[in-house]
């Protein structure tokens, strides 16, 4: 079985990044859903996270934050996109 082309192109993540990705992969179905809009993943979901995965530290985590929040907010942007297709006749 042949990989689908979208994972066989992209990039690897550097090693630092996986914590990161792992965190955000975890905390995706944290977010509220509220009449159609999405929302992010909460602020303490992520500090719950962190604390239960031993990130010490106000910089361990607010650079967690910082990833988790840029993921997330392209996750919206996408998903927000293919929710307007959808609804398009």
Same mark, same amino acid.
């Given at each position: 079985m042949a990989f689908p082309e979208a994972l066989a192109t992209q990039p690897d993540l550097p090693g630092e990044l996986l +914590? $990161?990705?792992? $965190? +955000? +992969? =975890? /905390?995706? =179905? !944290?977010?509220?859903?509220?009449a159609g809009a999405i929302g992010r993943i909460p602020f303490m979901a992520i500090e719950k996270w962190a604390e239960r995965h031993g990130v010490l530290g106000a !910089?361990? /985590?607010d650079r967690l934050v910082t990833l988790v929040r840029a993921m997330d907010d392209e996750w919206i942007k996408i998903e927000a996109e293919r929710i307007k297709a959808a609804a398009r006749p």
């Open positions: +914590f $990161a990705w792992g $965190a +955000f +992969f =975890d /905390l995706r =179905d !944290d977010r509220p859903m509220m !910089d361990q /985590l």
